[in-house]
């Protein structure tokens, strides 16, 4: 599956002229079978991160729908369900306020055309925060482009690092890790274990050192290397919020130093399977700092997946990235159609 396209069209049309071809000609013939595999990677990924979801609450929801019609009873039902499932109260009166007035201004009682209306709000629930696209996907995309990686310990963040980094060296790009979690004696140590892995440079300082040094140098290395994305790791204590806030702040700084428009992408990895109690710690890192996107880390290990909901609809935040398992190919974007589709059955 492609994350990073940069100066792919390019490259293709620099060989059409080599070869006496139109610019663009086989640049289209290149990227439209690469596009057709990364939407069936993506709905396999999908479909296998929510595997253990559809299997559970959310698959009692498909079963609704075999009923001729959708009575009273059955609204009860949804909610019931909706709410177990992480969805949350807030979110899921929403979502069924909405439902009904479609239900209701159409006409409609049969539960296949019910099923429609509320795959259609689904969807739209998720795609409200997406007001635009993430640097990866923008044209011209920023060189480097830099990527600060936030969330509370044990969210699995430091595992998501290493899976995106995977990913973008696999599309070509060059990759640099800073490891500016200093607080944490073993969070540089486990980055550079998976920087191993991945087979990626990681820039890292002796525990307690400035966090702010560290991601001087990481953008060092990367403008001395000529990098393409830089991601930084980040310390995820809630107990010293105002500390973490003034300290992120200074990590800010130091990038916009010589990249104004950075930090291109802020994105919080917030773990599925703690449901409504990650949302409260999400709400509070929110607060705290600036994030663009949301890393669902873990969504392979719930059987509820609501949260996602509840993330868009509370937070107004867009899940930019899906954890799909424990592999470092286990990533995939998010994507509001597959997932609901994936959710409630095709």
Do not use: C
């Not at 949350?88 to 006409?107: D, H, P």
């Not at 500390?243 to 950075?262: A, F, S, T, V």
């Not at 449901?275 to 880390?297: E, H, P, R, Y």
């Amino acid at each position: 599956m492609r994350f990073w396209r940069k100066h792919k069209a390019e490259e293709n049309e620099v060989a059409d002229a080599a070869e006496g071809e139109q610019p663009g000609e086989a640049a289209v013939a290149v990227l439209e079978p690469a596009a057709e595999d990364d939407a069936a990677e993506l709905h396999e990924q999908t479909e296998k991160a929510l595997e253990r979801t559809r299997k559970g609450l959310f698959g009692r929801i498909a079963g609704m729908f075999e009923r001729a019609d959708f009575d009273e009873d059955l609204w009860d039902e949804l909610e019931e369900i909706m709410v177990a499932s992480d969805t949350g109260v807030g979110t899921t009166e929403a979502i069924l306020s909405r439902v009904k007035q479609a239900v209701k201004a159409s006409g409609v009682k049969q539960s296949l055309r019910v099923r429609e209306i509320l795959r259609d709000e689904l969807v739209a629930i998720l795609e409200e925060p997406a007001t635009e696209s993430p640097a990866w996907d923008r044209d011209p995309q920023p060189s480097p482009m830099i990527v600060l990686v936030v969330g509370v310990n044990g969210a699995g963040k430091t595992t998501t690092i290493a899976k995106m980094a995977y990913a973008f060296k696999h599309d070509g790009a060059a990759v640099i890790l800073g490891a500016a979690d200093t607080f944490r004696a073993a969070a540089s140590d486990q980055l550079k274990v998976w920087g191993d892995r991945v087979g990626v440079r990681v820039i890292a300082h002796k525990p307690g050192a400035d966090p702010g040094a560290v991601v001087f140098d990481t953008l060092t290395a990367a403008e001395n290397s000529a990098a393409d994305i830089v991601i930084i790791d980040t310390a995820g204590r809630l107990h010293t919020k105002t500390n973490l806030m003034e300290e992120l702040k200074k990590m800010d700084r130091i990038i916009q130093r010589n990249h104004p428009e950075g930090p291109h992408e802020t994105l919080l990895v917030l773990d599925a399977t703690t449901g409504q109690n990650g949302l409260q710690q999400a709400k509070t890192f929110t607060a705290a700092v600036g994030v663009s996107g949301i890393v669902l880390a873990k969504l392979d290990g719930t059987a509820k997946g609501g949260i996602a909901f509840a993330i868009a609809h509370e937070l107004r935040i867009p899940v930019r990235f899906i954890g799909t398992g424990e592999k470092l190919g286990d990533l995939a974007p998010f994507d509001a159609r597959e997932f609901v589709d994936s959710l409630l059955g095709h």
